[in-house]
């Protein structure tokens, strides 16, 4: 049955709106404590204009309509209570006719070059189909959905709702408390059900060990190709990882390698990682996978001058040497990445290839190395830690903007090298094949 423990907490918050997170255990492989997601509803409330954080349901009904010709708004009242605001340019430029519209690829026709940005309104009224339908002081005509007005409802609270409906930016921080969701290989391949609930923990939690594939080359691609295409890189379309005679990448030999992310030399790195295990070391090998979201929320609190240091200073990551072609990269990044509202984004971190070239003023670089040596003291403390070993058959899906990993050194079986092929994919291609299985599992919500 395609019910994994993964999907079977999961799925539940697909039929519901925006949410806070709740997380609860199930027994997992070895009769472990198993990490899932259930959802809790939580309302928020906006100023004059629709109030529920949760998504607009279908069938909405509007009670009035009607324009504030001195404010240049178009106001709607619903028959459910409240109403909602809407500027005359903003529902010009999003005009729905044949001429403005091209309905086939949903795109806009009209250019901003014929958009007359203070266009004013001659006249609105509710049709007897309950739309409302709005003609301009040039006498162009447009019609609007009540569900698509209200889904586009200006309110603060509306807003979140639509952005974390069409992101999912909120996550399931952890320690070493989790244990990894799992799924079956097959069964993310061939159910859709199984593929939404995976890529949505994917998300949410940032880690899925999908157990059960054939122990052989050429599987991560059918994965890959599951949710879109991979990302070619200098290393090729896949990458084998094994102990290697003169190397190009320090996890092509048998040594410890710290917590890291993969191709921070890369301005934009990969945003998801697939390792498939196809044989394993006989001693040794382990994954320790950290959560850097929750380091970075850590480290902020517990040392808001590292985390300064690590969030504004940036400092050059490089790659030389030859695979699928040959390659000599530079890249800039901060350490913790954060946004315009200071949420952490995406981690940047490769001991192997942070470049000796330290683009730093001499009064920066000791106050960095000791923010650096802070957040690795931070990743390696017992509490932040996760340690897996992977069996032959088990493919580990992770996101590699949030998740950092290490590997203890290993010791190969001398007839049966360890050996793990991985490959990469972005975070564009999984989001578009998560909204995809959710409109055809659950219907169109744009």
Request: charged content about 25%.
């Amino acid at each position: 049955m395609w019910m994994s423990r993964c999907s079977r907490f999961v799925l539940p918050a697909l039929r519901r709106s925006s949410s806070s997170l709740a997380v609860q255990c199930v027994r997992g492989r070895g009769g472990a404590p198993q990490l899932s997601v259930s959802f809790r509803m939580q309302q928020r409330h906006g100023q004059h204009t629709h109030s529920s954080a949760s998504l607009a349901e279908p069938g909405q009904s509007v009670r009035y309509v009607g324009a504030l010709h001195a404010e240049r708004l178009l106001q709607v009242e619903w028959e459910e209570g409240g109403h909602s605001l809407y500027p005359f340019t903003w529902l010009r430029d999003n005009c729905q006719c044949p001429r403005c519209t091209l309905q086939s690829a949903l795109a806009r026709k009209l250019l901003v070059g014929d958009l007359d940005v203070n266009i004013g309104v001659d006249s609105v009224e509710l049709t007897s189909d309950n739309k409302v339908s709005v003609v301009w002081q040039d006498q162009h005509s447009s019609v609007f959905d009540c569900d698509w007005l209200k889904r586009r409802c200006f309110s603060a609270a509306a807003r979140r709702a639509v952005q974390e409906e069409l992101f999912l930016n909120e996550r399931v921080h952890w320690g070493s408390s989790l244990r990894v969701p799992t799924a079956h290989f097959e069964e993310v391949l061939q159910d859709d059900r199984a593929a939404l609930a995976w890529l949505l923990a994917l998300r949410r939690i940032g880690v899925v060990l999908l157990q059960g594939a054939p122990q052989e080359p050429g599987h991560v691609a059918r994965l890959a190709e599951r949710i879109g295409y991979l990302r070619l890189t200098f290393y090729g379309h896949t990458f084998k990882v094994q102990d290697k005679p003169m190397a190009n990448n320090v996890a092509y030999t048998a040594e410890k390698c710290s917590f890291h992310t993969d191709y921070p030399a890369l301005h934009h790195p990969p945003g998801i990682q697939f390792l498939h295990c196809i044989s394993q070391a006989a001693r040794g090998g382990e994954n320790l996978l950290v959560d850097g979201f929750h380091i970075a929320e850590k480290l902020r609190a517990e040392d808001p001058e590292a985390f300064h240091s690590l969030s504004t200073l940036s400092i050059d990551f490089t790659d030389t040497g030859s695979d699928y072609c040959p390659f000599r990269l530079q890249s800039k990044h901060r350490v913790i990445h954060v946004n315009s509202e200071g949420k952490v984004t995406r981690i940047n971190l490769n001991n192997a290839t942070r470049d000796s070239v330290l683009d730093l003023r001499l009064e920066q670089v000791q106050p960095f190395y000791r923010a650096l040596k802070a957040l690795e003291d931070m990743m390696n403390r017992e509490d932040n830690m996760v340690t897996l070993r992977m069996e032959p058959g088990d493919i580990l899906t992770f996101d590699n903007w949030r998740l950092l990993h290490a590997r203890t050194a290993f010791e190969s079986f001398p007839e049966r090298p360890r050996f793990l092929e991985g490959c990469y994919l972005d975070w564009d291609e999984v989001m578009s094949r998560l909204r995809i299985l959710r409109h055809h599992l659950q219907g169109d919500k744009a």
